[in-house]
Every structure is written in structure tokens, then in C-alpha cells.
């Protein structure tokens, strides 16, 4: 894939298909170390042992509309590729997490893309699941927690058109200031 931010989408949509009500997303970069952390948690149905150790054959996948599941294979190539690293744990009934981290030094580095419409789609989308996106650049944060929303918006949806463009403005403030 050309950008991280469509591996997380496709991790994602692996989670909300494996039934999970809360996914979360965290990126954490170290600038002066060149280190960028992707991790994508789930509280879905989980995979055996067997599942975890075939997930990154791309000839196997747990779907049963196609046969090859390419997704977590070159979410791993990508990391691998940079000097990074990729690991996957999960047990069946409590969700799963993947942990990537990258060298963003490398040539091979794959640019991150739009995290902001991947998460404002995955939210609006899937209205019927929570979501917290947590992005960390060295000494500052933010989150958006879709928990915090709805409490906030009582009956309001997510997928309101001016919460959406609500999100996508908070979003980009608050990058704007993790890159000051």
C-alpha cells in the first residue's frame, strides 16, 4: 500500500469484521530517535494461536470472500523493510493488538498518507462502534475518543454532517499543533 494510513484502514475494518465495539489507534512518534510506533487494538473475538501464527501468510485469511488476505503481510513488510518490526497478539474472546514500529529514516519508510480521513471514515461508518485515536509527537498529545463525543452529543449521530466537519477540524488543529 502507498500509505500507512490505508494498512490501519484495512487492520480496522479486520477488527470491526471480528465484531469488536472498541477499536484503538495510536501513533507515537520520537522524532529525534526517527521511530514511529502504529498500533491498532481491538476487544473483537480474537484468534487461536494457530490463527496468530498463519496471519501473516498472505495465502491464508479468516475471510470467506476471497482467499488471499494481503493486508497484515504488507503492513509487516512495510515496518520490516525500514529496520522496524511487527508483532501481533490475540487471544480468542478478548480482541487482538498489532504493534508496528518504523524507522522513518530509511529510504523504504512508507509516508503515513491521511490519517485523518481514515479515522473520520472509520468513525462515521461504523457509528455502532467506538474508536479512540491517540497521536503522540514527542512531548505532546491529543485524542479523539468517539465515547467522549457521544456523551457530549447525546442523541447527536457521529456521522452528523456537522459533527463530521467538526472532527475533521478538530483533527487538523490539533495536528497542526503536535507539529509546532
Known sequence: MRELSLNILDIAQNS????????????????????????IYDNGKGMSQEQVESITD??????TTRKVGMGIPLFKMAAEQTGGSFEIKSKPGEGTGVTTHFKTGSIDFTPLGDI?????????MNTDRDFRFSHRIDDKEFCLDTR????????????NPE????????????????LQ
Open 116 to 124: 485523518r480521513s481514515t479515522v473520520v471514515t472509520l468513525i462515521t
Open 58 to 63: 498472505p495465502f491464508f485469511t479468516t475471510r
Open 16 to 39: 470491526i469484521s471480528a465484531g469488536a465495539s472498541l477499536i484503538e489507534i495510536k501513533l507515537v512518534e520520537e522524532r529525534a530517535a526517527g521511530d514511529l510506533l502504529i498500533g
Open 163 to 178: 459533527v463530521v466537519v467538526w472532527m475533521n477540524e478538530y483533527f487538523k488543529e490539533q495536528t497542526e499543533l503536535l
Open 148 to 159: 467522549e463525543l457521544r456523551e457530549a452529543l447525546g442523541d447527536v449521530p457521529l456521522d
